[in-house]
T-cell receptor
Framework: AQSVTQPDIHITVSEGASLELRCNYS??????LFWYVQSPGQGLQLLLK??????LVQGIKGFEAEFKRSQSSFNLRKPSVHWSDAAEYFC???????????FGKGTMLLVSP | SQTIHQWPATLVQPVGSPLSLECTVE??????LYWYRQAAGRGLQLLFY??????ISSEVPQNLSASRPQDRQFILSSKKLLLSDSGFYLC??????????????FGPGTRLTVL
C-alpha cells in the first residue's frame, strides 16, 4: 500500500531564512506528487505538483520541490521564508483507485521574527 | 473558473443528532468528488469518493454516509452523531481528463463540533 511520511511535525524557521520540508513516499509505480498548504481554519491550497518530466518543479508563492526517485523523496523548499508562510504543509501521493490521494500527516511551519 | 462551496462553515451539534453537510462545485461538469475528515494531528482521512451521480465509494466504515444527488453536489450525512465525529470536514473535486489523474481542489471546509 502507498504511504507518505513527513518526518517533522513542527519546524520553526526565522523570517528570511531558507526552508526545506521533507516528504518521503512509498509507491509501487511512478507517483504523482503534490504539496498543499493549509492556513488555520481554511481548506487546502495546491502549492505545486509533479506528474512527469523535469524533477525540479516550481510552484506558487516562491516554493519549489525536487523529485528524487532514488530516495523516494519530494522535499519542498523556499529560499527565503516570509511570516505569511506560517501554516501547515501536506505532502500527498497518488493515484490510488479513482484518483484518490494519500496524504502525509502534515508539518506545521512556525516563522519567528 | 471553477469554485467549490461548502456549508455550513461551522456547526455545533449534540450527540445523537443528525447531520447534513453540503458541497457544490461550479464551473465544471462530471467531476470526481471527495469527502475528507481532518482531526488534529492525524492528517487527512478520505471518507468517501464519487465518480458520478449515485456512485459512492466508502473508504472507512463508520457512522457516516454520502450521497450525490446531482452531478456537482455531494452530501455527507449521519443519522446519529458521535463525539468522535467532531473534526474539520473537507470536500474536494478533480476534473475528468484523459490524462488519468489530476490534482484535487479543496473547499473551505466545515468545522463540526459534537457535544
Amino acid at each position: 500500500a502507498q504511504s507518505v511520511t513527513q518526518p517533522d511535525i513542527h519546524i520553526t524557521v526565522s523570517e528570511g531564512a531558507s526552508l526545506e520540508l521533507r516528504c518521503n513516499y512509498s509507491y509501487g509505480a511512478t507517483p504523482y506528487l503534490f504539496w498543499y498548504v493549509q492556513s488555520p481554519g481554511q481548506g487546502l491550497q495546491l502549492l505545486l505538483k509533479y506528474f512527469s518530466g523535469d524533477t525540479l518543479v516550481q510552484g506558487i508563492k516562491g516554493f519549489e520541490a525536487e523529485f528524487k526517485r532514488s530516495q523516494s523523496s519530494f522535499n519542498l523548499r523556499k529560499p527565503s521564508v516570509h511570516w505569511s508562510d506560517a501554516a501547515e504543509y501536506f505532502c500527498a501521493v497518488g493515484p490510488s483507485g479513482y484518483s484518490t490521494l494519500t496524504f502525509g500527516k502534515g508539518t506545521m511551519l512556525l516563522v519567528s521574527p | 473558473s471553477q469554485t467549490i462551496h461548502q456549508w455550513p462553515a461551522t456547526l455545533v451539534q449534540p450527540v445523537g443528532s443528525p447531520l447534513s453537510l453540503e458541497c457544490t462545485v461550479e464551473g465544471t461538469s462530471n467531476p470526481n468528488l471527495y469527502w475528507y475528515r481532518q482531526a488534529a494531528g492525524r492528517g487527512l482521512q478520505l471518507l468517501f469518493y464519487s465518480v458520478g451521480i449515485g456512485q459512492i465509494s466508502s473508504e472507512v466504515p463508520q457512522n457516516l454516509s454520502a450521497s450525490r444527488p446531482q452531478d456537482r453536489q455531494f452530501i455527507l450525512s449521519s443519522k446519529k452523531l458521535l463525539l468522535s465525529d467532531s473534526g474539520f470536514y473537507l470536500c474536494a473535486w478533480t476534473p475528468r481528463t484523459n490524462r488519468g489523474y489530476n490534482e484535487q481542489f479543496f473547499g473551505p471546509g466545515t468545522r463540526l463540533t459534537v457535544l
